[in-house]
């Protein structure tokens, strides 16, 4: 089936494949810290069921994922902000077009995790009154998401309407 709205403008920063691949590689890494230990505790418990392959299993999905993921996320993540709708797709699995109408947005907000402040990156989080319409966008350089957060409160006031 093809898309009839065309992809927004503006592509996140290709520093979020960094980001992206490091939250993906601390959670691998824990996940093959519990199999290991499961797989330990079973050895260790004498059942028919034993498995030590687990591990390695799980590393190996791990290792396929950060190569993977976050490069296909960047191929798919984008934005634009017009005068009046700010669009986004997302997803890397599951694709998601959102359009938020500038009018209906409440607030929005430019946030950075500790990784996000090394990589000089941020993330804007809309918010409307309605939790299907609100978007948020990892990935923008710092200076275009606070510039964007700041714009966006700017016309949103101004266009403020009487139905939100």
Request: hydrophobic share 50%; proline share 4%.
């Amino acid at each position: 089936m093809t898309s009839l709205l065309r992809p927004p403008a503006h592509r996140v920063s290709g520093r979020a494949v960094i980001k992206w691949a490091a939250d993906l590689l601390v959670g691998g890494a824990v996940l093959t810290g519990v199999s290991y230990g499961f797989a330990r505790w079973t050895v260790g418990a004498r059942w028919d069921f034993q498995p030590v392959w687990l591990p390695w299993a799980v590393g190996a999905l791990s290792v396929l994922a950060v190569l993977v993921i976050p490069l296909w996320r960047y191929r798919v993540h984008r934005w634009e902000v017009s005068a009046d709708v700010v669009y986004t797709t997302v997803g890397w699995l599951n694709r998601e077009w959102l359009l938020v109408p500038v009018s209906r947005i409440q607030t929005v907000d430019a946030e950075q995790s500790w990784l996000e402040r090394l990589l000089d990156l941020a993330t804007l989080k809309i918010s409307t009154a309605s939790h299907e319409g609100s978007s948020e966008l990892t990935g923008l350089p710092v200076g275009i998401a606070t510039g964007l957060a700041a714009q966006l409160a700017h016309r949103a006031h101004d266009l403020r309407d009487d139905a939100t």
